[in-house]
């Protein structure tokens, strides 16, 4: 596929091409093999707990339903990227096309929205079993649960659409060359000819909001979690509590960690290998990881996961 290097309007580009992580020839089909190892685990691991989820009536509460629908949303934000990462390792000119390269970029980043507000709710759904226990099976309705689940969805969507058209309207010129596994907006909009500092505000005030009120609202719902919990005279009841919110902060950690990282990390070329190995961790190992911490700090997915396994 030919790629125009004439700083013409953005309708003449036919695709970018992602580098990835260059290497030798060998080592790009070592990097296939490992990725789709990984690929089909996370599928299948996530693909378990909605299952269990699905057909274990015992899990058919606000919790549970809330991490089957987080399982589905890690599905598919491995899916927007990975595909795509392990046709580049079998392709010599690791092109992406105009329109599939935007699309990338969408489905990816609201995807990482959605997954930034579901952490949110599920953290309030741990505040409310915690703090309010008496009254938390009249609030957290399954019509509110469905309700928070819908909103996660659609605000996720909705996030980053009207920068990710603006941007999509822009002129590129250049290389084309996207230092990158993914189609990320500092290595697009580096290729623009000419800057758009009201976008990369915009698009920078976006990821901000996005960031840290839902982090803001995980860390409030957890320090009330934690005065509550602090006054429960039984070691019992301490330990409920923490097995029920530990897998959780786990997964908000490991989130949350790579993505301040990436957040904070400067945006310099000298720094793209770190950008791209942290984009890696949270966009790639974190969906993995995640099914392996819910079941085996929840006794409940444990026996329901081992049910699951046996039929």
Same mark, same amino acid.
């Given at each position: 596929?030919? =790629? ?11 695709? @970018? =091409? ?9 080592e790009?089909? $070592? ?10 685990? *996370?599928?299948?691991?996530n693909?378990s ?19 089957? /629908? ?5 599905i598919?934000? !491995?899916?927007?990227?990975?595909? /795509?990462m392990l046709?580049n ?6 092109v992406i ?6 699309l ?8 990482g929205s959605?997954?930034?507000? @579901?952490?949110?709710?599920m &953290?309030?759904?741990?505040? $409310? &079993?915690?703090?309010w ?11 509110l ?10 605000f ?35 290729l ?5 500092p009201?976008?990369?505000? *915009?698009?920078?005030t ?11 609202? =995980? ?6 979690? #934690?005065r &509550?919990?602090?006054? !429960?005279?039984?070691a019992?009841? #301490? ?9 959780? $902060? &786990?997964? !908000?950690s ?7 990282v990436?957040?904070v ?23 993995l990881?995640n099914?392996?911490?819910?079941s ?6 444990k ?9």
């Amino acid at each position: 596929m030919n =790629i125009s290097n004439t700083p013409n309007s953005s309708s003449t580009i036919t695709g @970018f =091409i992602l580098l990835g992580f260059p290497c030798s020839r060998e080592e790009q089909i $070592l990097l296939f093999v490992l990725f789709s190892v990984i690929y089909l685990l *996370t599928l299948m691991g996530n693909g378990s707990i909605i299952c269990a989820v699905r057909w274990d009536q015992r899990l058919h509460t606000p919790m549970y339903i809330l991490l089957a /629908n987080f399982s589905f949303l890690e599905i598919w934000y !491995v899916t927007s990227t990975v595909p /795509n990462m392990l046709a580049n390792y079998l392709s010599d000119t690791k092109v992406i096309s105009f329109s599939g390269c935007f699309l990338q970029f969408y489905f990816f980043f609201s995807l990482g929205s959605t997954e930034c507000f @579901f952490l949110a709710i599920m &953290a309030f759904d741990r505040y $409310l &079993a915690i703090c309010w226990p008496l009254h938390y099976p009249t609030i957290m309705t399954g019509r509110l649960c469905t309700n928070l689940v819908i909103s996660c969805w659609v605000f996720g969507f909705l996030w980053f659409l009207i920068p990710i058209i603006i941007i999509s309207q822009m002129s590129f010129c250049g290389s084309r060359i996207i230092d990158h596994f993914l189609c990320d907006p500092g290595p697009l909009l580096a290729l623009t000819c000419t800057r758009a500092p009201a976008i990369e505000l *915009t698009s920078s005030t976006l990821s901000s909001l996005l960031l840290f009120i839902p982090f803001f609202f =995980i860390v409030v719902s957890y320090a009330l979690v #934690l005065r &509550a919990v602090l006054r !429960v005279p039984s070691a019992a009841g #301490l330990r409920k509590a923490f097995s029920t919110c530990g897998s959780h $902060l &786990a997964v !908000v950690s490991l989130f949350y960690g790579s993505v301040m990282v990436m957040y904070v990390s400067p945006t310099s070329e000298r720094e793209a290998g770190m950008q791209k190995m942290v984009t890696l961790f949270y966009s790639v190992v974190t969906p993995l990881i995640n099914p392996i911490i819910y079941s085996l700090r929840n006794k409940d997915m444990k026996h329901a996961m081992k049910t699951l396994l046996r039929t």
